[in-house]
T-cell receptor
Framework: GQQLNQSPQSMFIQEGEDVSMNCTSS?????WLWYKQDPGEGPVLLIA?????ELTSNGRLTAQFGITRKDSFLNISASIPSDVGIYFC?????????????FGAGTILRVKS | GAVVSQHPSWVICKSGTSVKIECRSL??????MFWYRQFPKQSLMLMAT?????????EQGVEKDKFLINHASLTLSTLTVTSAHPEDSSFYIC?????????????FGPGTRLTVL
């Protein structure tokens, strides 16, 4: 099946630092999504990307849909303690039907204040 | 907008009993909902796609007779874990598909923590 490789697996950073994480795949994706999940909660959609090369921002978050359509990155600038959580990339490929998403393994973000 | 609720938020049951989890789209109609399972420190694994008015589509390896899905209305899908066993203990999350002219994305519920004793 489709697989997304998400890295890094975890990060422990100082408050105020910038964060970068990415997802790659051997397959082409039509949609890239980034979600954040807090403990005991469901994922919350942060950014949705629909076009190769697209660069979209949501506050301190910026994400890009890779030109090759096989990767995406998420940057968080000037991190704050509430950024703590698990960040998942998700994608929808042309090989899947019915709007199904494939999820990366997640990046655990910890922020030291 | 695009709020999805789940009930209950957590449940503890005895082995062999059945548990029903509800997923509701509160401010939009969803012809399609999805059910995921998430084990600790792991990613979300799709179990099945729930379509209003028709049978659910199950992913490979998911027993349809054990995980019964009913999507009887445009705002409600239910997942019933039948004859639950300890290995069914997990975090179950639903999502509802919000479809628009240029937007077609899943919004997730807060999840249900199932513990089977």
């Amino acid at each position: 099946g489709q697989q997304l490789n998400q890295s890094p697996q975890s990060m422990f950073i100082q408050e105020g630092e910038d964060v970068s994480m990415n997802c790659t795949s051997s397959s082409i994706f039509n949609t890239w999504l980034w979600y954040k999940q807090d403990p005991g909660e469901g994922p919350v959609l942060l950014i949705a990307l629909y076009k190769a090369g697209e660069l979209t921002s949501n506050g301190r978050l910026t994400a890009q849909f890779g030109i090759t359509r096989k990767d995406s990155f998420l940057n968080i600038s000037a991190s704050i303690p509430s950024d703590v959580g698990i960040y998942f990339c998700a994608g929808r490929s042309s090989m899947e039907y019915g709007n199904k998403l494939v999820f990366g393994a997640g990046t655990i973000l910890r922020v030291k204040s | 907008g695009a709020v999805v609720s789940q009930h209950p938020s957590w449940v503890i049951c005895k082995s062999g009993t059945s548990v029903k989890i509800e997923c509701r789209s509160l401010d939009f109609q969803a012809t399609t909902m999805f059910w995921y399972r998430q084990f600790p420190k792991q990613s979300l694994m799709l179990m099945a796609t729930s379509n209003e008015g028709s049978k659910a589509t199950y992913e490979q390896g998911v027993e349809k007779d054990k995980f019964l899905i009913n999507h009887a209305s445009l705002t409600l899908s239910t997942l019933t874990v039948t004859s639950a066993h300890p290995e069914d203990s997990s975090f179950y999350i639903c999502s509802a598909l919000l479809a628009g002219a240029s937007y077609n994305e899943q919004f997730f519920g807060p999840g249900t923590r199932l513990t089977v004793l």
